[in-house]
């Protein structure tokens, strides 16, 4: 799987919250409770395995779901 470069700015939404931010940032925990910082990396995860896949889905700028219970949607920012 192909991973984001560190400084990737990135702006996820989580639980109605929105936070811009890096993907270093989500991937050493940006949030102050263990399950959001699950469910963000969770997704920083399924974007980045999304763009590894080829084709049309290389292109993916962004993803939403559920994860560890709670919504989060993440986007890639220019």
């Known amino acids: ?7 990737q700015k990135l702006r996820i939404i989580l639980s109605g919250v929105a936070i811009y931010t890096t993907a270093q940032q989500i991937r050493y925990g940006l949030f102050g409770f263990m399950s959001q910082n699950a469910a963000a990396q969770k997704a920083l ?12 889905l290389a292109n993916t700028v ?6 560890e219970g709670l919504q989060v949607q993440i986007d890639l920012m220019s």
């Open 1 to 7: 799987m192909k991973r984001l470069r560190k400084s």
């Open 45 to 56: 995860e399924a974007l980045e395995f999304s763009r590894s896949c080829g084709g049309v």
């Open 62 to 67: 962004g993803q939403a779901g559920t994860w």
